[in-house]
Nanobody
Framework: EVQLVESGGGLVQPGGSLRLSCAASGFTFGSYDMSWVRQAPGKGPEWVSVINSGGGSTHYAYSVKGRFTISRDNAKNTVYLQMNALKPEDTAVYYC?????WGQGTQVTVSS
């Protein structure tokens, strides 16, 4: 059974940082690209970032480029999202995604 479990969300002030984690199980993690997607209140899902299976190639949405960094540890079956210089518009539930599978999400709230 595929499981994706996100963690690391919380309340942070504008300009602050958070590091999200997504622990994966039930599939050969190191063989697949992994993505982060977010959904803000009242809005549709927004793709944030993707990392290839080996970790050597990453891509970002324009809205987060230069502020967020995706990484992975294939030995730990975990993908990360380091989020710096957070803005109120980054407030959303963040999900990790593989193929058709999604985690339960972790809430990120950026507010003073």
């Amino acid at each position: 059974e595929v499981q994706l479990v996100e963690s690391g969300g919380g309340l942070v002030q504008p300009g602050g940082s958070l590091r999200l984690s997504c622990a994966a199980s039930g599939f050969t993690f190191g063989s697949y690209d992994m993505s982060w997607v977010r959904q803000a209140p009242g809005k549709g899902p927004e793709w944030v970032s993707v990392i290839n299976s080996g970790g050597g190639s990453t891509h970002y949405a324009y809205s987060v480029k230069g502020r967020f960094t995706i990484s992975r540890d294939n030995a730990k079956n975990t993908v990360y999202l380091q989020m710096n210089a957070l803005k109120p518009e980054d407030t959303a539930v963040y999900y990790c995604n593989y193929h058709v599978y999604w985690g339960q999400g972790t809430q990120v709230t950026v507010s003073s």
